[in-house]
C-alpha cells in the first residue's frame, strides 16, 4: 500500500480565496483524521470519520471550515474563504479499528495564505 | 479537558542516552504511544507501550509507565544524529473514544556532534 496519500503537499494562496485539501486514506482503514499543525498551537484534532460519518468536529476552529469524506477511499478539508492565520500543515491520518489503533499520517499539505 | 504535557525542547551529544518525559491525563487510555515526526514529514509511531505493562524495550528505545504519577517516559540509548526530531506522547482517550487520540505538544530532540 501507498500509505496516506495527500494532495497538494504545498498550496499558497491569497486570502479570501477557497481552498480545498485532499486525502486518500489507506485501504480498509475505519477511521480517518484531520490535523492542523502550527508552531503557536501545535498538533490540533480538527474533525475525525468513522466509516465515512464524521463523529467529531469540536477541533474545526469556524464555519470556514468543512470536511467530507464521500467514501471510504476519500476525503477533503475545505477552507472558504481562507484567511492567513489558516496558513499551517495539514494532516490526514488513518487507523484500523483495532488493536493497537496505530493512526498512519500522510506528509501533509503546507498552507500558506497570503 | 485532556492535556498531554512535554517539554519542548532537549539537546544531547551524540553518543549519550536522551530521555524525553510526559505526563498524561487519562487513567483509562489501553495503550500510550511515542510517535516521532521527521522535518517536512508527518507523524510515524516509533513504540508504544499497553497500560498493565510498566517498561518496555525495543532495541535502543525504552519506555517506561508510571501509572500513579500519568508519567510516561521514552530513553534512546546511544543517540545518533539521525534521532533529531520531534517526539510526540499520545493517549488514546479512554472508552467510547474509539480510535481518538490525544497528541502531546512535542519535544524537539537537537543530537550534536
Known amino acids: 500500500d501507498a500509505g496516506v496519500i495527500q494532495s497538494p503537499r504545498h498550496e499558497v494562496t491569497e486570502m479570501g480565496q477557497e481552498v480545498t485539501l485532499r486525502c486518500k486514506p489507506i485501504?480498509?482503514?475505519?477511521?480517518l483524521f484531520w490535523y492542523r499543525q502550527t508552531m503557536m498551537r501545535g498538533l490540533e484534532l480538527l474533525i475525525y470519520f468513522n466509516n465515512n460519518v464524521p463523529i467529531d468536529d469540536s477541533g474545526m476552529p469556524e464555519d470556514r471550515f468543512s470536511a467530507k469524506m464521500p467514501n471510504a477511499s476519500f476525503s477533503t478539508l475545505k477552507i472558504q474563504p481562507s484567511e492567513p492565520r489558516d496558513s499551517a500543515v495539514y494532516f490526514c491520518?488513518?487507523?484500523?479499528?483495532?488493536?493497537?489503533?496505530?493512526?498512519?499520517f500522510g506528509p501533509g499539505t503546507r498552507l500558506t495564505v497570503t | 479537558g485532556e492535556d498531554v504535557e512535554q517539554s519542548l525542547f532537549l539537546s544531547v551529544r551524540e553518543g549519550d542516552s536522551s530521555v524525553i518525559n510526559c505526563t498524561y491525563t487519562d487513567s483509562s487510555s489501553t495503550y500510550l504511544y511515542w510517535y516521532k515526526q521527521e522535518p517536512g514529514a508527518g507523524l510515524q509511531l516509533l513504540t508504544y507501550i499497553f497500560s498493565n505493562m510498566d517498561m518496555k524495550q525495543d532495541q535502543r528505545l525504552t519506555v517506561l509507565l508510571n501509572k500513579k504519577d500519568k508519567h510516561l517516559s521514552l530513553r534512546i540509548a546511544d543517540t545518533q544524529t539521525g534521532d533529531s526530531a520531534i517526539y510526540f506522547c499520545?493517549?488514546?482517550?479512554?472508552?467510547?473514544?474509539?480510535?481518538?487520540?490525544?497528541f502531546g505538544t512535542g519535544t524537539q530532540l537537537k543530537v550534536e556532534l
Open positions: 485501504s480498509g482503514h475505519d477511521y
Open positions: 499520545a493517549e488514546s482517550i479512554g472508552a467510547g473514544g474509539g480510535n481518538k487520540l490525544t
Open positions: 491520518a488513518s487507523s484500523f479499528d483495532r488493536g493497537l489503533n496505530e493512526q498512519y
